[in-house]
């Protein structure tokens, strides 16, 4: 059984930051790319930034210049660093990692956490 576990979010004001975590645990023999996708009210599930084992990142153009994505891979946990936080970055962020176990290989998604940015 894999759980990928985020916290991070919360309330921030226009121009702050924030940092969310996501940590892998379970049976694990090796993770993939891992990343960060959102969905704001009425929309659909958006990338948001990935990173690959070998530390590879891909950012939506909406975030770029403004977010950052890391990960450990010591500690099976990616990062979302955010900041100049806007109104439209408002959504509920997911975790996502391809992890292999001992038997399967499959996309895992973490319960989501909310991030509102407002005054």
């Known amino acids: 059984q894999v759980q990928l576990v985020e916290s991070g979010g919360g309330l921030v004001q226009p121009g702050g930051s924030l940092r969310l975590s996501c940590a892998a645990s379970g049976s694990i023999f090796y993770i993939a790319t891992m990343g960060w996708y959102r969905q704001a009210p009425g929309k659909e599930r958006e990338l948001v930034a990935t990173?690959?084992?070998?530390?590879?990142?891909k950012y939506a153009d909406s975030v770029k210049g403004r977010f950052t994505v890391s990960r450990d891979n010591a500690k099976n946990t990616v990062y979302l660093q955010m900041n100049s936080l806007q109104p439209e970055d408002t959504a509920v962020y997911y975790c996502?990692?391809?992890?292999?176990?001992?038997?399967?290989?499959?996309?895992?998604w973490g319960q989501g956490t909310q991030v509102t940015v407002s005054s």
């Open positions: 996502n990692a391809d992890i292999d176990s001992f038997t399967t290989s499959l996309s895992y």
């Open positions: 990173i690959t084992t070998g530390g590879s990142t």
